[in-house]
């Protein structure tokens, strides 16, 4: 008799912040030993790993830089080999940085890291699993992006343009790999209150969202369950905003 394999889902940038909601909302909700990836912060994955446990959920800490191709595909491969039994059913894509700024007084560099944390992140780590989701005719792919990526935000141009991409990408690649049942999502936050919102102006900004307060990271974490789920069978190349009214 074949041997069922353990299944496991992928959650990049698990360590803080959505990521961490994320982790912890997919330990309650669904069957799933966590990779939870992180590059440089152990001991805010720790925390995860163990909150994680905390909830009922299994998961192991998978270290690399999701821009860095080789060391995503070196770490992936030897995880595979170490865990022959085991199998990546879900990858939440959710790593990303900022680095905001007028446009005029952007660096390269600037540019250059936030286009290759999201966008090429999100190459380097699909890339490197979707043969395999193929072969095994099941998968979710769920990638974070952002308001900015669909209405644009002045200071982030280079954040508009990755997550922009990633939709684009999305939306392609759903189509490709339909046929095998494996769906491709996109999940668009607006303000959502996490340490990388925390120096913005929470009283101010308010005031253009219909609900009128930022979002919780957990709100987040609830629709990305959902998406990883038997549920969204028949959900495939969409964008579900999740931004309080701000882009209806």
Known sequence: MKKEKTKYALITGGSRGIGRAIC????????YRLLINYQGNKQAAEETLEMVSESGGTGELLQFD?????????????????????IIEVLVNNA??????????????DWSSVINTSLNGFFNVTNALIQKLLVNKYGRIINMVSVSGLKGTPGQTNYSAAKSAVIGATKALAQ????????????????????MTAELDESELKKMIPLNRFGKAEEVAHV?????????????????????????
């Open 224 to 248: 990305v369950s959902f998406l990883a789920s038997d549920k969204a069978s028949y959900i495939t190349g969409e964008v579900i905003n999740i931004n309080g009214g701000i882009y209806s």
């Open 24 to 31: 912890l909302q997919l330990a309650k909700d669904l069957d």
């Open 96 to 109: 990303g940085i900022t680095k905001d700024g007028m446009f005029m007084w952007m660096t390269q560099e």
């Open 176 to 195: 490709e790999v339909a046929k095998r049942n494996v769906t491709v999502n996109a999940v668009a936050p607006g303000f959502i209150a996490t340490d």
């Open 66 to 86: 999701v821009t860095d191709a080789e060391s995503v595909k070196s770490t992936l491969e030897n995880w595979h080999e170490t865990n022959e039994d085991g």
